[in-house]
């Protein structure tokens, strides 16, 4: 059994290129909002809440999460998008209350993840627990990587850092093992590591992803965890990728009966 955890679930994106008012994670997949099957997928033994960061349409988004069947849905506003780094941050003082001083984990998940199973993410945290690890990045490889972080690996193996696609090099850019958006980090060292990232990049933003040289910087261990069906980590951006993940997701259920 892992240690407790805290979900944060990534809500406050506008979704610009959905071409749509409604907020990105109430998008129907499979006759439901996408929130509501990442709540589903979080619901795991021993979560002591689920945070879930609002931000545009952030009331509607909340609306709908507070009328979840998971117990512990607690909304925190990002009234600035300041990337996803900020978002989490923001959510650290509800998490600390949440583990009431215990030791425990941070899963943070996006909330355009619909695809994504209760199944993996109880394995990633066992994955987490099992290695030690101050941090464990959910990865998977994919024959297209473009507008993804690349996960980049030392001489051994060994998780380095991730690199957002802006920022890369070239020889980065062909990297196809990829990162989710999806993580696990010990509480304290991902408060910590979080206070010191910057946004000196290509977009201006707070990485969330920047995490993992800031805890390897400061002496911790850094792991990724390949997912065995890369369809589970795809997130929503645009209309073409909401119509695949209804695909993917009608395939799912007929498969399920």
Known sequence: ???????????????????????????????????????????????????????HGGSAVAEVARHHPAAGVVI?????????????????????????????????VLGDTPLLRAATLAALLAEHDQRRADVTVLSMVVANPTGYGRVVRDAG??????????DASDDERR????????LVARATGLSRALARVGRENAQGEYYLTDVVAEIRRAGGSAAAW???????????NDPGQLEYVRAVMSRRERSDQ
């Open 175 to 182: 990297l196809t093992e990829v990162n989710t958006g999806v």
């Open 1 to 55: 059994m892992p240690r407790p955890f805290v979900t944060v679930i990534l809500a406050a994106g506008e979704g610009r290129r959905m071409g749509s008012s409604v907020p990105k994670p109430l998008h129907d997949v499979g006759g439901r909002p996408m929130i509501d099957h990442v709540l589903d997928a979080v619901d795991l033994d021993g979560r002591r809440a689920s945070v879930v960061v609002v931000g």
């Open 226 to 236: 390949r997912l065995d069906d890369p369809n589970e980590g795809l997130g929503v």
């Open 76 to 108: 925190v506003v990002q009234t600035e998008q300041l990337g996803t780094a900020h978002a989490v941050a923001t959510a650290l003082d509800a998490v600390e209350e949440a583990l009431h001083g215990d030791e425990g984990d941070v899963l943070v």
């Open 157 to 166: 193996g060994h998780l380095d850092r991730i690199v957002e696609e802006r």
